[in-house]
């Protein structure tokens, strides 16, 4: 779709799903080479500074952000998710725009599913209300933090209610709808999921006693992820969008 496309989507239907286009903050992708040829990729101030040039550089007048922390993020620990989170609202501020950061944890994964199409299976089932606690806790904190910074209520409880409101009412889930249609998609599969395509090998590993799984490691499940090719190993490899690995209970 062209800029004036989306653009005209945003102002018919209020919303679109964009990527990063090659105009946008040109010199992010440049730094970002010459980081990994001299090894500052995980040079905090520098991750603050190419997020938040693409926010800025988009246009943005208010920013929420979702700061991970944990084995699966780039911040391991809280104490520098809160250092970057702070590195970040101090760029906002420079920029004149508001910015709340929202530290969330990665120590594993939210949610029952990894890989492409099984967690966009997950997503539109949390449009239609069946999701998991985790889930519906990062939905409703992000999201009551946007309400709040676009002026349409002061209140995080009541922002939280209404998200939660507008979710069981179908209007979530009828925008996304909205959303998919108007950018060319096939509505279809949000309809009916199971026409996502299906994993070739569907391999269950049964617990060979009883008890509790104590923790899955966010950057181990995504690694395994990745080998069986819900991401990519070397930069010209496809990705398959059927790979993925689901839990259906974290106890067993």
Not at 12 to 40: F, N, V
Not at 47 to 65: D, P, Q, T, W, Y
Not at 127 to 135: I, P
Not at 153 to 170: A, C, H, V, Y
Request: proline share 1%; glycine share 10%.
């Amino acid at each position: 779709m062209s800029d004036e496309e989306l653009l005209a989507g945003v102002k018919k239907i209020g919303i679109s799903l964009i990527g990063q286009t090659a105009d946008l903050a040109p010199a992010d992708k440049k730094l970002y080479a010459l980081r990994d040829s001299i090894a500052c990729v995980d040079n905090m101030q520098l991750i603050a500074s190419s997020i938040m040039s693409k926010k800025i550089a988009g246009g943005a007048n208010k920013i929420v952000l979702e700061v991970t922390c944990g084995s699966g993020a780039f911040m391991k620990t809280k104490e520098d998710a809160v250092r970057i989170s702070d590195i970040m609202k101090n760029i906002g501020k420079l920029a004149g725009i508001e910015t709340v950061c929202v530290i969330t944890n990665m120590d594993e994964p939210i949610g029952k599913n990894v890989g492409n199409s099984l967690e966009i299976v997950e997503a539109i089932e949390a449009l239609q209300g069946n999701m998991t606690e985790d889930v519906k806790e990062v939905i409703l904190t992000l999201g009551s933090y946007i309400i709040k910074l676009a002026g349409k209520g002061n209140n995080l409880e009541e922002n939280r209610r209404m998200i939660l409101e507008n979710i069981s009412n179908g209007k979530a889930y009828s925008k996304f709808l909205e959303l998919v249609d108007n950018q060319g998609g096939d509505v279809e599969y949000l309809k009916d999921t199971g026409r996502f395509e299906k994993a070739k090998y569907i391999l269950p590993v049964i617990a060979q006693q009883s008890g509790f799984v104590e923790r899955l490691d966010a950057k181990i499940v995504g690694e395994i992820s990745v080998y069986l090719g819900a991401g990519r190993m070397k930069k010209e490899d496809e990705i398959d969008h059927a790979a993925r690995n689901s839990a259906e209970e974290k106890s067993i």
